[in-house]
């Protein structure tokens, strides 16, 4: 686990998400990363030891952007249908301002250079959250499909595959809009609001017009 500290760990993490929106997390060293925040390597060392460690407080501390977003727009007071579009904009909006962190990070596991993959089990608030939304929905019967992975499955799919294709091909410095077929990046990065209503209206019953 890392250490808390005052100034320096901040110093050393938002160095740290700088490097890791341009080359991914596995594309820096320590030495480059020390140099970047100012501090020297004993400092690393003493806040992070490891920099397994180092990348899983980089991914709390994007992460938790995300989820305060959902709990400041999430409320009882809306209906499952609103919460759930909130839920994925702010979805959306982590992986696509996030999607070089994410791919690298999702490719180092899958290689076991990370090689605790229980670190996953701590970005699941906004699955939960999710879960939570469209078991009230289908109480209500207001939804498609009786089965709550299927919904989170058409929901979510749409915005996370694309975007770790997109940072994967970010970080081998193909910045140029991608136009493979009828897919062009420049417009899927464009079209969030019509891609979230796509989503939610594959779902539930009544539609979003």
């Known amino acids: ?14 160095a740290a998400i700088d490097l890791a929106h341009k080359k991914g997390l596995s594309g820096f060293s320590v030495r480059e990363l020390c140099s970047k925040a100012k501090v020297n390597s004993g400092m690393f060392n003493y ?23 959902i709990e400041l727009n999430v409320s009882p007071s809306k209906n499952p249908k609103e919460n759930i579009t909130e ?21 180092d596991v ?34 498609v499909t009786n089965s709550v992975t299927n919904a989170i499955l058409i929901l979510v799919a749409p915005f996370v595959i694309p975007q770790m294709i997109l940072g994967t091909l970010e970080r081998m410095n ?6 493979l077929y009828a897919f062009n990046s420049g417009e ?3 079209t969030t609001d019509e891609r979230i209503k796509i989503a939610v209206n594959a779902v539930f019953k009544e539609r979003i017009k």
């Open 1 to 14: 686990m890392a250490r808390k500290g005052s100034d320096g760990d901040k110093r050393i993490i938002k």
């Open 47 to 69: 806040y992070f030891k490891k920099k397994e460690y180092l990348n899983e407080c980089v991914l709390k501390t994007i992460y938790a952007d995300m989820i305060k977003q």
């Open 87 to 107: 839920i994925l904009y702010a979805l959306s909006s982590f992986i696509k301002n996030n999607r070089t962190i994410i791919s690298a990070f999702a490719g």
């Open 110 to 143: 899958l290689s076991l250079n990370i090689t605790d993959k229980k670190i996953f089990g701590n970005f699941t608030a906004h699955l939960k959250a999710l879960a939570e939304e469209l078991s009230k929905a289908k109480k209500q019967k207001m939804l």
């Open 174 to 179: 193909i910045n140029k809009p991608i136009e």
């Open 188 to 190: 899927f990065d464009s």
